[in-house]
């Protein structure tokens, strides 16, 4: 069956690392550079980012969505560069357009934050296999039933897309035109979403249906399919990860 | 038999399916306004939809799915954003509870108290992570318009996601409510709140 995914096969030590440990390494890169709110950490943690992206050897994928983000990258330079509110002292000048050394340096920080979380949750989404993420999510406590709707999302939307490809074919056999003045792109949303909603729910009525019968609501302990193989250091590594959390927000507030 | 508190929800089979069909949904909104060029982003038609049918709690854990499965398959700093999603929920569900979805001219004033709160939620998130910026062409024109004349920058980035997030939810909204309207009591009556539904 088709799944909604961008997992990579591949031998690298970042494959082998279990998915609780990513998780809490995307966290951390998220909050660590927002607590310490310094050009160094930012740098720091886009520096162990994206070397950990190169040894998973998944650096090819990451940088269409690099890319992606750039372009709005570029205007934060430019409006940060020109207005930002503690401008003092001039950088350079295109004609009689300034730029600001401060405004710089926070657009300079902003992309680093940005591009360390890309590259933080690409490492997560390219080297871990969706089922083997929500099967550990579920082991360490989250309800199965939350992991049956993880993993059900990503199946459900290649589902639905195909069936959006007919409504495309059905309206257009119809006469419905998809290009053109504007308020007739916009009367085309219409008949094409409503098939699509309906159709999708109608399945979901039967889907209710369909694990009811498979006893999806007994109060038996879910038992699981793979006993999966525990990454050796997962508990050293999270730990490690997690004390450097409250290192840094130790060090913000005694600074 | 009284109407259950719009809090009160049991994890029935029926709203937890609802909620992969919803995240599709807003999937679909998304490429289909794409497709169609549209200058909106229309990408939470399904999460406002779960909210009309089941409540603000399957709306909230919609949204939420919604933005983790997003970021984890395309745009990594949607994540982040799932607290907006969470919020655009909660508020869609609650005001389905008291009433506001009974015409149209109300679907209008429920949008705009819809994209305002997205906007309130929002902000804080731009400010972080975007220095204020939305990523949109018109929006962002208006934060250096008013950076430049020193506006302090939550208001500056409030305006910035106000002019992106209103007539994207005002649009979102109606289209919800449209689909709503027209889906077949078949289909709403396993989410009703209001007790045992008796069946001829």
């Known amino acids: 069956m088709r799944t909604l995914s961008l997992y990579q096969e591949g031998n690298s030590i970042i494959h082998k690392i279990d998915p609780i440990t990513k998780i809490i390494f995307v966290l951390i890169t998220i909050l660590i550079p927002i607590i310490m709110g310094t050009l160094n950490s930012a740098f720091a943690f886009l520096l162990i980012s994206l070397t950990l992206v190169i040894i998973a050897g998944v650096i090819k994928k990451v940088l269409p969505i690099v890319g992606f983000t750039s372009i709005i990258l570029v205007t934060v330079i430019i409006i940060q560069g020109l207005y930002y509110f503690n401008n003092r002292t001039p950088f350079f000048a295109i004609g009689t357009v300034v730029f600001y050394k401060e405004g710089l340096l926070y657009a300079l920080e902003i992309i680093l934050r940005i591009y360390s979380i890309i590259n933080s949750v690409s490492l997560l989404m390219f080297t871990t296999k969706p089922s083997d993420l929500v099967e550990a999510l579920v082991k360490k406590g989250l309800s199965p039933r939350i992991g049956y709707v993880f993993s059900s999302v990503l199946q459900i939307i290649p589902q639905m897309m195909s069936t959006v490809d007919t409504i495309i074919d059905a309206q257009r056999s119809r006469g419905m035109e998809v290009e053109g003045s504007f308020s007739r792109r916009i009367r085309a949303f219409i008949p094409l979403i409503g098939p699509a909603v309906i159709s999708s729910l109608i399945d979901t009525k039967e889907r209710a249906m369909a694990l009811e019968v498979r006893a999806f609501n007994s109060r038996y302990k879910k038992t699981f399919l793979n006993e999966g193989t525990t990454f050796k250091y997962a508990d050293v590594m999270q730990v490690s990860l997690i004390s450097i959390l409250i290192i840094s927000i130790v060090l913000r507030f005694v600074h | ?200």
């Open chain 2, 1 to 200: 038999m009284g109407k259950r508190s719009m809090w009160s929800f049991k994890f029935t089979t029926a709203s937890l399916v609802l909620i992969p069909t919803a995240v599709g949904i807003n999937y679909i909104g998304k490429f289909f306004a794409s497709l169609l060029k549209l200058p909106l982003w229309l990408d939470s038609i399904g999460t406002m939809l779960s909210s009309m049918m089941a409540g603000p709690i399957v709306g909230a854990i919609s949204g939420a799915i919604n933005n983790i499965i997003y970021g984890l398959t395309a745009d990594p700093i949607s994540l982040v954003y799932a607290i907006t999603s969470v919020a655009i929920g909660l508020t869609v569900g609650i005001l389905a509870y008291i009433g506001w979805f009974k015409s149209w001219s109300m679907a209008v004033v429920s949008g705009l108290v819809v994209g305002l709160i997205a906007a309130i939620v929002s902000t804080p998130l731009n400010v972080i992570f975007w220095g204020g910026q939305t990523g949109n062409i018109w929006g962002d024109s208006v934060f250096a318009f008013l950076s430049a004349r020193e506006i302090p920058i939550w208001i500056a980035s409030f305006a910035d996601e106000i002019i992106v997030d209103v007539p994207d939810k005002i649009a979102t909204v109606l289209i919800s409510y449209g689909i709503y309207k027209g889906l077949p009591r078949q289909l709403t009556s396993i989410y009703r709140n209001d007790d045992e539904i008796k069946e001829l």
